[in-house]
């Protein structure tokens, strides 16, 4: 006989799952979305590019100067007493094509940017040369005042970008720097992943929503929703699109009736709260009644249970109720999650090396991602309560160490650091 059936406390707990075999799962259903947005390359920034960028050009496309000072020859300055006649004038924006050769033991006025001209070899700064004025009739001259070495203070044809090349792939992530080296190559419009649609509910009779009700008339027992402010900021940082459902009770009909409205037209519905299997969690009975789910309780700390489901053509992920267990979770797979339906490539969380200021006695059988912040000496300080429900560690944070199962943190050790910079952008 099931004893889960026979005995209505009894509730069959799903083993612990770790992380990285969690994520594999999750990212092995994230199918990037078809199609592509035609974008400014102004409004392309946190988008996920939807081609690769090949470009014809060299960038820069001629040798010029990265100085404002004279084009010599190097072979021409070993001897800093003889001048050299200044035999051309290079502006920037000139077209190289109409160069002189210069001449031997001549130099050319040349300006930052501008091209270098042919036989050149090295530029002197300004402030390494004395120019002399012209002589009555004669050309204005220069000396030298430091030998210069070849290749001084010339900036390669093509050193930054190589015509023939792709600058930046399909799946990568726009930022301030690459729609910069996109628009370098002549892109005034960007073929980008479309948005990822997202619908958001809160569960939890005891929701109360700021604003509703003031601090001094709140209820015994209920609280404000803090879950949905974080996790709506979070998705619009990553560019989604977003529908906010509010709060929705602790019913099954309730939450089956949100499930449905927010599976039509959206590639993903986010809720936190009730993924645990209490009475009151109505989330796992009202999934499966439309879908399917598999609830992980995955082996980390804080954010233990999770779920990954469908309804209809719709992606269900179900965070935690705690709140820093559902920040931390969507940071960790909700985050890589979405950045693959957007069609990035790699989605992989780099940590860093830093060193303990803190000490972390007991370890834990589950991998603890621990609130911690980077202090002026270079190293960590550990906020002092580590409770999933406190969202303080997460705001006094600025950043998590990922504290591999069973091991304890003595001060001075080395430990991994994922900035919260790396998880927020
Ligand atoms: P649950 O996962 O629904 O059992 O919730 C776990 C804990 O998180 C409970 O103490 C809830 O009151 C709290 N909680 C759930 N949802 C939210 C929310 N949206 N904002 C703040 N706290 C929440
Ligand atoms: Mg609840």
């Avoid at 969690?22 to 199609?35: I, N, R, T």
């Avoid at 006094?396 to 504290?403: A, E, I, Y």
Wanted: hydrophobic content about 45%; overall charge negative; aromatic content about 6%.
């Amino acid at each position: 006989m099931n004893t889960a059936a026979s005995n209505p406390a009894a509730v069959s707990r799903p083993p612990l799952r770790p992380l990285d075999a969690a994520l594999a799962d999750l990212l092995a259903h994230a199918v990037p979305l078809s199609g592509a947005e035609m974008l400014s390359t102004f409004d392309a920034d946190g988008r996920v590019l939807a081609q690769d960028l090949l470009t014809s050009l060299n960038v820069p496309a001629h040798d010029n100067s990265a100085m404002d000072g004279y084009a010599v020859r190097a072979a021409d300055c070993m001897d800093a007493a003889a001048p050299l006649l200044v035999s051309q004038r290079i502006p920037a924006g000139i077209s190289a094509g109409g160069l002189q050769p210069l001449a031997p033991n001549t130099a050319a006025r040349i300006f930052t940017g501008a091209p270098i001209p042919p036989g050149a070899d090295a530029v002197v700064m300004q402030e390494d040369c004395l120019a002399s004025a012209p002589a009555e009739g004669g050309a204005a001259s220069v000396r030298i005042q430091s030998a210069p070495k070849p290749g001084q203070w010339i900036r390669r044809r093509g050193e930054d970008v190589m015509a023939g090349h792709i600058v930046l792939k399909q799946g990568e992530r726009l930022g301030p720097a690459s729609l910069g080296l996109a628009a370098s190559i002549g892109f005034g419009t960007l073929a980008v992943a479309p948005r990822v649609r997202v619908a958001l509910f809160s569960t939890g009779d005891e929701l109360v929503m700021p604003g509703d009700v003031a601090p001094q008339d709140m209820k015994p027992g209920a609280i404000y929703n803090s879950n949905r402010f974080f996790l709506r900021t979070l998705l619009q940082r990553l560019g989604c699109e977003v529908t906010d459902l509010g709060i929705v009770p602790d019913r099954l009909d309730a939450t089956v009736a949100a499930l449905q409205r927010a599976s039509a037209d959206h590639d993903l519905i986010l809720t936190s709260g009730g993924v645990s299997v209490g009475e009151e969690d109505h989330i796992k009975p009202a999934v499966q009644a439309l879908g399917k789910l598999d609830l992980w309780q995955i082996s980390i700390k804080p954010g233990k249970p999770f779920a990954y489901g469908q309804v209809g053509a719709a992606h269900f992920i179900g965070l935690p109720g705690n709140p820093v267990s559902s920040f931390v979770t969507f940071l960790l797979l909700v985050r890589p999650f979405i950045l693959r339906l957007q069609g990035m490539t790699d989605v992989a969380i780099h940590s860093i090396a830093a060193y303990a200021h803190f000490d972390w006695p007991k370890a834990d059988k589950r991998r603890e991602f621990l609130r911690v912040r980077q202090n002026a000496g270079g190293g960590l300080d550990l906020f002092d309560n580590q409770s999933s429900g406190v969202l303080t560690s997460a705001v006094w944070g600025s950043g998590l160490v990922d504290n591999p199962a069973g091991q304890a943190i003595a001060h001075g050790d080395l430990v991994q650091f994922i900035p919260f910079s790396e998880l927020l952008a």
